[in-house]
Nanobody
């Protein structure tokens, strides 16, 4: 069984930082995308950041315009993990963040991911 375990969510003041981590087990995902999505109350799920592996330890990263320059995604293929460092957080970043693995070539397409985590709450106060 494939399982995704997320951690790192919490409450932080505007301008603060949080680091989300996601560990996958059950299989490896060296040939597929890994990423983060989020969903705020009353809004649809949106893409945050993703990585597409192009080598054993090399990947291409992509970000939503709303988080460019503030968030950094990283992955460890050998450990089957993906993390999201979030800096300069804003109240509008408040949402449930979901880790996703097994994505296709379009890492921003949520429908192409095979597995999803349970989500971790990120709340940014003003």
């Amino acid at each position: 069984q494939v399982q995704l375990v997320e951690s790192g969510g919490g409450l932080v003041q505007a301008g603060g930082s949080l680091r989300l981590s996601c560990a996958a087990s059950g299989r490896t995902f060296s040939r597929s995308a890994m990423g983060w999505f989020r969903q705020a109350p009353g809004k649809e799920r949106e893409f945050v950041a993703g990585i597409s592996w192009i080598g054993v330890s090399t990947y291409y990263a992509n970000y939503a315009d709303s988080v460019k320059g503030r968030f950094t995604i990283s992955g460890d293929n050998a450990k089957n993990t993906v993390a999201l460092q979030m800096n300069s957080l804003k109240p509008e970043d408040t949402a449930v963040y979901y880790c996703a693995v097994g994505g296709g070539r379009d890492m921003a397409a949520g429908g192409q991911y095979e597995y999803w985590g349970q989500g971790t709450q990120v709340t940014v106060s003003s």
